[in-house]
């Protein structure tokens, strides 16, 4: 601003000149202001269209943070959908109270990865046995822009991964990408969900990491619901590749070890596939 207003003072001062040197000035020295002059207003004009251009930039940029401010909010309002999953859960676990005995019940060992999931250009492997569901989580369904995947079974025990996805270019990434943020909005929503659901929820070790060459942060879990504990890690990363971002969280009743915990989430981590 302040240079624009020193350019309008040289205008002023050289069209201030030009008047007089129509009187007083020899033809070359008028001719010479005329061309400083003429070249000051192209400066001016110059400088009005990179002010343009800026200012167009600058609203781009507040448009793009406000997209993301909606989806990290939108992600803190989002319940988890381990409620409904563990719904079904309920009824057996009643049953079970009701038939206990105090025979000891050995722990199941982590199913093998042997089916294979791929849509959304991105894929992994999960256990034969598990049923596939797909939802919307912007929108009704699930599309190429964003939504939700999870596979898992429910007899007696309580088995599940679940992928979340939403494209976010990495410019935008750049510039406001919080991983530990987006993590703390998952577990903030878990914490909601404790008041109707959860009868406790726990939260464990941070671990920070990569993906393929993508940072990715992780954090261990568990959950207890209707008297049973659900364990299990939430990882969120962001693949520059399909510019996209990425929450994968297992879930599971079968296991309680630390090492059992992450042994069945990096099994899904290693076949995962983000681009």
Known sequence: MVKRLLLVGVILLLVSLLMVGCTVLPKEDYEALVAARDAVQAQVASLQSDLSEAQSQISSLESEVSSLQSIVSSLRNQISPLTSDLAAAERTITELRAAATEETVTPTPIAALSKDYSNYRFGFDYPDGFSV???GMF?????DNSGIVQVGIENDEFQ???????NITLSTWKIVGDLQAM?????EGMKVERAESFESVDIGEL???TK?????V???YNVTYVGIKVYGIVAIFHCDESQRCYQIITANTTISAK???LEDFMNYLNSFVCH
């Open 139 to 143: 929108d009704s369904e699930a599309n």
């Open 160 to 166: 599940m991964f679940q992928v979340m996805w939403f």
């Open 133 to 135: 569901t797909e939802m």
């Open 212 to 216: 393929t060459g993508h940072e990715m």
């Open 259 to 261: 090492e059992d915990v």
């Open 218 to 220: 992780y954090q261990y």
């Open 183 to 187: 993590l703390n909005a998952t577990f």
């Open 207 to 209: 671990v920070e990491t």
